[in-house]
């Protein structure tokens, strides 16, 4: 690391990139982004804009730059991987974007390679810093929800375009699938950060679009939680709404109703024939900003986890665990809805 500022570049200036970008941008007297790579000049060269960066478009020559202190890996899934596997060997600290890897195998060799590199690794597992969650986290951590009975979640959005489109979104490739690995790291995180381990489950994926898509559109999946409470996770990318969030906490004593969609957010439930409930304060409805800026905090957070010398918030371990439960998951889908222990 230089001196004064942590040196970064963007591997992967696709659809999600400017929300890293922004991110970085916040925090100029501790990092600046130095290099941008893509192999779409267009991507790279709309990045740029940003910043004064120089432009790669082989991402093993950006690896091998020694000037370069930390890469932020937002490539398609199945690179993350191999990809993660030469940064790490460079010793460069490295950001990756959910899910980490492909596979639970491939997520603790890049877990286990980063620890003995010594570098600094981060997850950019967004719904940690997701406003909403974290307030939620507070409310069940009071108790007044009682013991936690059923947590529901949801994840709708409408991939169609992107389903259909010539990049990696519908194509198996070695990705491991669709709606399940895309969506599934930010769900799963969600549920091992407040109720802790699932113990078992089964799942069921269907496919809509079928024309130019391998891969599944739609899943659910059901099971028990390690706490006792069950779950069930639904995933949509065939859903005319915007991509967006809900979970549901029942609990014996109260229930909480969070959902990005709805004017307010976050509601309390504590009374059987209390149709308001009670609006958590301090949360406003923010549907655009809701992933936005989830995603510059977590951005902000781990280049202060570098410069601060200090283990990352989302703790890596736990995104390895939510690819092993999707890996679980898709087997449990793939042989006839087997129940499956994790
Ligand atoms: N945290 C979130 O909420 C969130 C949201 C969207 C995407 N993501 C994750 O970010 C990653 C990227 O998603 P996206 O939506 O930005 O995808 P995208 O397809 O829009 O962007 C990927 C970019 O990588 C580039 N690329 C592909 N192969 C390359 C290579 N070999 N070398 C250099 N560049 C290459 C593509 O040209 C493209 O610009 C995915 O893993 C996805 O899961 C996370």
Redesign the pocket.
């Known amino acids: 690391m230089s001196a004064n500022k942590l040196r970064v570049a963007i ?7 400017p929300n890293h970008a922004a991110g970085f941008q916040e925090v100029p007297d501790l990092a600046q982004v130095v290099g941008i ?4 000049r267009e ?1 790279a060269d709309n990045l740029a804009t940003l910043f004064d960066a120089k432009i790669y ?1 082989d ?1 093993r020559e950006l690896i091998a730059d020694p000037d370069i202190d930390l890469i932020d890996v ?4 199945h ?2 991987y191999p990809v993660a596997m030469e940064i790490i060997a460079t010793k460069k600290h490295l950001l990756l ?3 980490m890897a492909v596979t639970y195998r491939q997520s603790m060799e890049i877990f286990e390679s980063a620890k003995k590199a010594g570098i600094h690794f981060g997850v ?3 719904t940690r810093y997701i406003r909403a969650y974290v307030e939620a986290e507070k409310i069940i951590k009071t108790g007044k929800l009682g013991d936690i009975t059923l947590v529901r979640t949801f994840l709708p959005a409408n991939e169609r375009i992107r389903l259909s489109s010539d ?3 519908g194509k198996r490739l070695d990705q491991g699938g669709g709606a399940l690995i ?1 969506s599934g790291p ?1 769900t799963f995180y969600l549920l091992k950060w407040l109720f802790g381990e699932i113990r078992e489950l089964v799942a069921f994926t269907s496919q809509l679009y079928k024309v130019d898509s391998e891969v599944e559109d739609n899943a659910d999946v059901r099971g028990k939680l390690a706490c006792g409470a069950d779950f069930l996770s639904s995933f949509t990318f065939t859903a005319e709404v915007p991509h967006s969030e809900r979970l549901e906490v029942y609990g014996t004593t109260g229930s909480l109703i969070v959902d990005q969609l709805v004017n307010p957010p976050v509601r309390l439930y504590t009374e059987p024939v209390d149709f308001d409930g009670t609006q958590v304060e301090g949360l406003e409805y923010d549907p655009m900003g809701w ?1 936005y800026f989830s ?1 510059v905090e977590e951005v902000k957070d781990f280049v202060r986890t570098v410069v601060e010398n200090r283990p990352p918030t989302v703790d890596p371990l736990d995104c390895c665990y939510v690819v092993k439960v999707i890996e679980k998951a898709y087997n449990s889908a793939r042989n006839g809805n087997k129940l499956v222990t994790i």
């Not at 591997?11 to 990139?17: D, E, Q, V, W």
């Open positions: 591997l992967g200036a696709g659809l999600i990139a790579c893509d192999i779409n991507n478009s991402y937002l490539l398609p899934h690179l993350h974007e959910k899910p950019a597992e967004n990049d990696f979104w895309d930010h992933h995603i």
